[in-house]
């Protein structure tokens, strides 16, 4: 699945949604953009890990959980919270971003 994803337009759409959603309007957008950007990072190595190119399954609940342990680890409660809202706007927006390009494999 992964290979067939512009990262950056999926990155780009999950951002522009974001900054439009009155849940997100207290976020400074450096920081929106900054922790969208490494949760991308992350969710794909998890797809990695997870195999899903090769007919692995991608579990939402265990990308959410690998992503928030690389983004959260040595951060403070107060962050990690922050990151924790955005990872799942991000997981949100960026399923949503699959859906509206059938990317999305629902097998």
């Known amino acids: ?3 067939t994803i512009d990262k950056k ?3 780009e759409y999950v951002i522009s949604v974001m900054k439009k959603c009155e849940e997100y309007k207290g976020i400074e957008e450096a920081d929106i953009s900054r922790i969208a950007a490494q949760a991308i990072e992350a969710d794909f190595a998890y797809m990695d890990k997870a195999n899903v190119n090769d007919g ?3 579990d939402e609940d265990d990308a959410y959980d690998y992503i928030m342990e690389i983004l959260t680890k040595g951060k403070d409660d107060e962050t990690s919270a922050l990151i924790s809202l955005i ?3 991000y997981l949100e927006y960026f399923d949503e971003y699959l859906e509206k390009n059938d990317l999305i494999d629902w097998e």
Do not use: P
């Open 1 to 3: 699945m992964n290979e």
């Open 9 to 11: 337009a999926a990155l």
């Open 56 to 58: 692995g399954v991608y």
């Open 87 to 89: 990872v799942d706007g």
